[in-house]
């Protein structure tokens, strides 16, 4: 992990279904930090594409990817932290999201975020569980647009994140609040905002 000066900007990560919405509210609750629900930048037509059982494309992702690219720079320019969701799947949406210029994107390199991220002002948190895992809690979930058929095709773009990157791995097993606190410890964020650890949660 990198070593950081001010507060990070954290990108809940994982296939859906893997809770990143549910552990992302408790942490910016806890910490009073803004929060974003990275789905809600998603085109109509993504959401659409999906709720009809149809896998998205790059060319679909990246425009929903600049808008969460842009929401994170928002945070970093201002020196100020955040919390926000993304599947962030493959390697080079990451990287997009770190602000590199990323062949086929469309998006151009950002010199402010890159410096952020490379300063530790954006950490990816990785929410991983097992197929068969997220698979039963993805069955359960109702009220969401992404169909349980897809997770299939969501398992088959992940690409975990390697060594050097800027991320923390946190395993699904544990209760939402219980994830959330590891996650502040392992962070090192309990001074980082007035924390409040969720109870009953």
Known sequence: MT???????????????????????????????PFAEGDD???????????????????DRWP?????RSWIHERIDAGEPGVITC????????????????????LAADAEVIAGAGGGAEVFVYLRGSR?????????????F????????????????GPDENALTVDLGPAPAVI???????????DAGSWRPAVGR
């Open 180 to 190: 959330a606190q590891t996650i502040v410890d392992k962070l090192g964020l309990a």
């Open 3 to 33: 070593a950081r000066s001010r507060p990070p900007v954290l990108v809940l990560m994982g296939v859906s279904g893997s809770g990143k919405s549910t552990v992302a509210a408790l942490l910016a609750a806890g910490l009073g930090w």
């Open 64 to 68: 929903w990817l600049a808008a969460v």
């Open 41 to 59: 930048l998603h085109p109509a037509a993504n959401i659409k594409k999906m709720a009809a059982g149809n896998p998205l494309t790059d060319a």
């Open 146 to 161: 992404m169909p349980a058929g897809l997770l299939d095709s969501q398992f088959s773009t992940l690409e975990e994140p």
């Open 87 to 106: 599947s962030a799947l493959r390697r080079s949406y990451r990287d997009a999201l770190r602000g590199d210029a990323v062949a086929g994107s469309g």
């Open 132 to 144: 068969e895992a997220i698979g039963h809690r993805l069955a359960a979930r109702h009220g969401h």
